[in-house]
């Protein structure tokens, strides 16, 4: 059974760069060709979809978010990326890791989400 | 960007109540659109895909419909478990885009 974990700093500076992990278990990111998506929720508000990283390597980013965010694969390692830089206050959130369907879209298997404080 | 408008933004019910969750698209998006249940504290959890088919292993009690710019989730006969927020996400364009949340609520 599929499984995401999301890892990383649980507090970064504001202007520095936010950098997390989600490590893929019981599948891979390279097989089936599959889709994988980061999402973020801030304290007491709703989700926002971040972008995802198709299986090839190719990525859609949410526009509100292009010029700072990357998405990346680790083939090697079976886990995939988030970097977000310039951050503010305004990035403090819960952070998912998701698998896109890769038969219906929409997002099909969720990581249980890691928090993100800015704050210096 | 597409807006998804959904409402009510809360509601109070009782256990056995049937639930009627709304979500409005700003344009046309077919039927490129999920139901989520999230939990406090948990991820969300799909449970209806491409606006009306069941996520395997979601209870029938579940269901979606709609296509174009309106479409429903019902809970037919409200369980303890169902208590939390449920959010639309349509898939159609980019960017993808979450519907702002209905919170269901025990009366």
């Known amino acids: 059974q599929l499984q995401l974990q999301e890892s990383g700093s649980g507090l970064v500076q504001p202007s520095q760069t936010l950098s997390l992990i989600c490590g893929v278990s019981?599948?891979?990111?390279?097989?089936?060709?599959?889709?994988w998506s980061w999402i973020r929720q801030p304290p007491g508000k709703g989700l926002e979809w971040i972008g995802y990283?198709?299986?090839?390597?190719?990525?859609h980013y949410n526009p509100s978010l292009k010029s700072r965010v990357t998405i990346s694969l680790d083939r090697s390692k079976n886990q995939f990326s988030l970097k977000l830089n310039s951050v503010t206050a305004a990035d403090t959130a819960v952070y998912f890791c998701a698998r896109v369907d890769y038969y219906y879209y929409g997002l099909d298997v969720w990581g249980q989400g890691t928090t993100v404080a800015v704050s210096s | 960007d597409i807006q998804m408008t959904q409402s009510p933004s809360s509601l109070s019910a009782s256990v056995g109540d049937r639930v009627t969750i709304t979500c409005r698209a700003s344009?046309?998006?077919?039927?490129?659109l999920g139901w989520y249940q999230q939990k406090p504290g948990k991820a969300p959890k799909r449970l209806i895909y491409?606006?009306?088919s069941l996520q395997p292993g979601v209870p029938s009690r579940f269901s979606g419909s709609g296509s174009g710019t309106e479409f429903t989730l019902t809970i037919s006969s409200l369980r303890p478990e169902d208590f939390a927020t449920y959010y639309c996400?349509?898939?159609?364009?980019?960017?993808?885009?979450f519907g702002q949340g209905t919170k269901v609520e025990i009366k």
């Open positions: 019981g599948g891979s990111v390279s097989s089936g060709g599959y889709s």
């Open positions: 996400l349509q898939h159609n364009d980019y960017p993808w885009t």
């Open positions: 491409v606006a009306s």
């Open positions: 990283i198709y299986h090839s390597g190719s990525t």
């Open positions: 344009q046309g998006i077919r039927n490129d």
